[in-house]
């Protein structure tokens, strides 16, 4: 199906910025729509912010505003650009993508990679 590697992730004071990657490989003919979540300790996983095939977006309302999501098709490529970074953002941050083969629906995750915000 497809493989997922993230990137991006780090330490930054608060205010700071980061950029997430995430590069897809295998199948990525098949992709639909690619997002980021976030999961922090002893909480659940969140959707963060989401990009869909046509290019539509949406996220999570306590990023709204400061957070980016965009795609390099040509790269299978998707970024997640930080900005104001508050230390409720830190999480490990998770890349997923959704598509079709065939018949069947699939998703594929990432490793995660882990962002933390320092007051």
């Known amino acids: 199906q497809v493989q997922l590697v993230e990137s991006g992730g780090g330490l930054v004071q608060a205010g700071g910025s980061l950029r997430l990657s995430c590069v897809a490989s295998g199948s990525t003919f098949s992709i639909n729509s690619m997002a980021w979540y976030r999961q922090a300790p002893g909480k659940q996983r969140e959707l963060v912010a989401g990009i869909s095939g046509d290019g539509s977006t949406n996220y999570n309302e306590s990023v709204k505003g400061r957070f980016t999501i965009s795609r390099d098709n040509a790269k299978n490529t998707v970024y997640l650009q930080m900005n104001s970074l508050k230390p409720e953002d830190t999480a490990v941050y998770y890349c997923?993508?959704?598509?079709?083969?065939?018949?069947?629906?699939?998703?594929?995750w990432g490793q995660g990679t882990q962002v933390t915000v320092s007051s």
């Open positions: 997923n993508v959704a598509g079709e083969i065939g018949w069947n629906e699939y998703e594929s």
